[in-house]
């Protein structure tokens, strides 16, 4: 059985995302710095699962790609897919991807959907995330998600990009 993990880009002061995310400005008011380190390298490396293409150290890269490959199934919450605007309708990373939900989207509650939505709690999401991931990692996202992992013991790593930069105000991982 894999891990339970979570990795996010944090400021120096704690924050994952600016203040204001949102539909809008998912990254919230200069939340994009903490991301500018996947922009600033010469090596190409494109998110499974989605068009997205980072350009990162080669180091930065190796990382990602064993990362990713030894991921089986992610989870996350409402509302990081209602700000992404459910990515488009493709799961990030390519896999099975479990929300966290209070009521099922009724865009979303159709057979075939992409994205499984939990509404028994985190663990139950864990739980089924872990038997469709088999011998792989279940990736965690979203603070919140991550907090009640975190209170739930069922977060084995925590994987964290410091970024040199203060934000002040925001999103915060640990609470």
């Not at 994205?115 to 088999?134: H, L, Q």
């Amino acid at each position: 059985m894999g891990k339970v993990a979570t990795g996010l880009s944090m400021s120096l002061d704690g924050f994952i995302a600016g203040p204001g995310d949102g539909p809008e400005s998912p990254l919230g008011e200069g939340g994009e710095r903490l991301f500018a380190w996947y922009s600033g390298g010469d090596t190409e490396y494109g998110l499974p699962g989605t068009e997205l293409v980072f350009h990162v150290s080669q180091q930065s890269a190796e990382v990602f790609r064993e990362a990713h490959a030894g991921m089986g199934a992610f989870v996350t919450g409402r509302r990081t897919f209602d700000i992404t605007s459910g990515w488009g309708g493709n799961p990030p990373l390519g896999v099975p991807t479990f929300v966290v939900t209070h009521t099922v989207p009724e865009e979303w509650a159709y057979e075939g959907s992409p994205f499984r939505f939990v509404t028994d709690g985190v663990e139950d999401a864990v739980e089924k995330a872990r038997a469709a991931a088999g011998d792989k990692d279940v990736a965690v996202g979203a603070a919140s998600i991550a907090q009640q992992c975190i209170r739930a013991g069922i977060l084995d790593e925590i994987h964290v990009d410091l970024v040199p930069v203060l934000l002040g105000d925001g999103v915060r991982l640990f609470e």
